[in-house]
């Protein structure tokens, strides 16, 4: 039994991270019809800048938790005003082109890594835990930092699930997502709603770095391999559909947890891309997704 909660309280935080990273390649989606290859790249960026800024801040007498949030928020600004340079002199002019954005985004991306790369250097970076210690839920011991993160990601969740739901943004969002041209001709402004989408979108991404970043090896490249499994995460949740990006979230972790510890990390990968075949054989619109 307390194997299965630590299997079960394992799987939740890996789902954690990926529930943030893949509801900002879902929205992106929904609104502009595109898929951003580069949206790791403010997971990367972000949680560079802390590995950095972090240490600087507490060698300079600062206490540890005024360091964290000023490194933070420098991490996650930082990350938004790439993706303003990204939208606006990139990603605007490929809204609803699937080919023109996949090109844009991948070349995004291998100009990033390499800037990424000769800037911070290629060497693995960690950071400390925002908090220590650890909490005991039926015999067994959850380290604290794990729950931060998992609270994080389910306030913000929830948050933009709210916002979705009953703000008249998100509600322009909705309409966007079902039919662009109709909501344009009901008076939505379609360039306005798109911008904030993605900006909505990066920040999710810019916050899943942060929150891992005390949890994670970080390199140049750290954002690709959660980009991957974002992708898979929509893909059987349903591309555009919050809930879906959920529930896809949730069924990776928790085979990244059960399959890992039983099998190993290369089995569960395997489970995971077999899992994708068959939602997409039986449900190729995602488990939640509408064709």
Not at 20 to 30: R, W
Not at 165 to 170: D, F, H, S, V, Y
Not at 262 to 279: G, K, Y
Request: no cysteine; glycine share 12%.
């Amino acid at each position: 039994m307390q194997t299965f909660i630590q299997l079960v309280a394992t799987g939740l935080q890996i789902a954690a991270v990926y529930v943030l990273f893949s509801l900002g390649l879902t929205l992106i989606f929904g609104v502009m019809q595109v898929v951003n290859f580069a949206h790791g790249q403010f997971f990367t960026m972000t949680a560079l800048l802390i590995a950095v800024t972090l240490p600087l801040l507490v060698a300079q007498g600062m206490v540890i938790w005024l360091a964290y949030g000023i490194s933070v928020l420098f991490g996650i600004l930082a990350s938004m005003v790439l993706g303003i340079v990204i939208y606006q002199f990139g990603l605007r002019f490929f809204q609803r082109d699937m080919a023109g954005s996949f090109i844009l985004t991948v070349g995004i991306v291998l100009l990033l890594e390499g800037v990424f790369l000769h800037y911070f250097g290629g060497v693995v970076r960690t950071v400390p835990p925002f908090v220590d210690g650890s909490i005991n839920l039926l015999g067994v011991n959850i380290t604290l930092q794990r729950v931060v993160l998992i609270v994080v990601s389910a306030i913000f969740t929830l948050i933009l699930y709210r916002v979705l739901a009953t703000t008249r943004i998100g509600k322009a969002m909705r309409a966007v997502s079902i039919d662009h041209e109709a909501a344009m001709l009901q008076g939505i402004p379609y360039k306005r709603i798109a911008y904030a989408g993605f900006l909505i979108a990066t920040f999710m991404g810019a916050l899943a770095g942060a929150v891992m970043a005390p949890l994670a090896m970080i390199s140049p490249t750290v954002g690709s391999d959660y980009l991957v499994k974002g992708f898979i995460a929509v893909i059987i949740g349903g591309l555009g559909s919050v809930p879906g990006a959920i529930v896809g979230s949730l069924f990776i972790g928790m085979i990244e947890s059960f399959v890992g510890y039983f099998f190993d990390p290369s089995i569960a990968n395997i489970a995971i891309f077999a899992l994708v075949i068959i939602t997409l054989l039986v449900r190729p619109h995602g488990l939640l997704g509408h064709g």
